[in-house]
């Protein structure tokens, strides 16, 4: 299958199409199935016409639909996002073949820009998936399942974004590099991609990849859901969480958020107030502890002279003398 699509790229170029680019896409279909699969195309031609064509070659694929015309294959232009999605009702294994995603250029001499994907329709694809359409709200998860079978356990296993082809890589052990996007292979008959923290940028469309076939998958994020956390800083070392409803978040003002560290400031000096007595307290302890401690020590040591011994009292400028003599009967 590589090497055809090796051999039909260097055809299309000594063709003279040098518009084309030669896209290594290998659409896994269940025959009987219902389906759709993106097109992307620069953003330039946004008001251009699009087209499906198929047939083998470039210069000689035969059109089977325009933007807006339904039937077999039905195609829907998204200018915003450079896509259009070609929707197909109940494809059969002898509809198996080279298909092009097409804009109409125009103008006398001038190249219709396009690129090929092949189509392989089978009773039971290599490669399948359990939803080819998800959704999420921004900073849930949201998880995808791919399914392969037994010839394809040990082909690669890759999730790809279909806009730039950017992809990321399982292994049956492990996961992938990315943080927010995790692989798991269990080694059997199945993938699991876990995407952590959606952004809405991240809506799109994605490709199920295991070796040389893929399946399209459709990720729409939402907006985050009413009283969900949306945002959060620090001051102070003190994290603000900030949440809103759709009732209330028209309200939301900056005034609010400086209410919110005014009353961080007052907790805090509250805080620091309530440490400061409790020191003192604690000192206070401590002396009293001290002198009592003292006081044991001098009343020990005054028990314990020995016979004879001289003392001296001094109080009020008065002093006193006294000797003590005892004798042991």
Known sequence: MIYLLILSGILLYISGGARVNTLEL????????????????????KENRKYLCWGTYWSSCSIL??????????????????????????????DSGYYWCAVEIGGYGTVDAGYYLY???????????KNSSVSGHEGDNVSVQCFYTSGYKDKLKQWCRYKDKGCYTGKRTGTSQNPSVQISDDGRRSFTVLMTGLRLSDSGWYLCSVGDLQVPVQLTVNEPKPGKITNQFSYKNVTLFCRYTTQTSANINPTSVNEIITRINTNMSLHHYRHDVILLMSLVATLVLFLLVFLVVIVTWRLRKKPGEFSLYTSGGLTLYYCASFTAT
């Open 26 to 45: 290998n659409i896994a279909v269940k025959s009987g199935s219902s389906g759709i699969i993106p097109c992307v195309y620069d953003k330039q031609h």
């Open 65 to 94: 639909a325009y933007a807006g015309e339904t039937g077999k294959f039905s195609i829907t232009d998204y200018p915003d996002q450079s896509i259009f999605t070609v929707r197909w009702d109940k494809l059969e294994i002898s």
């Open 119 to 129: 189509l392989t329709v089978q009773s039971a694809p290599g490669v399948s998936v």
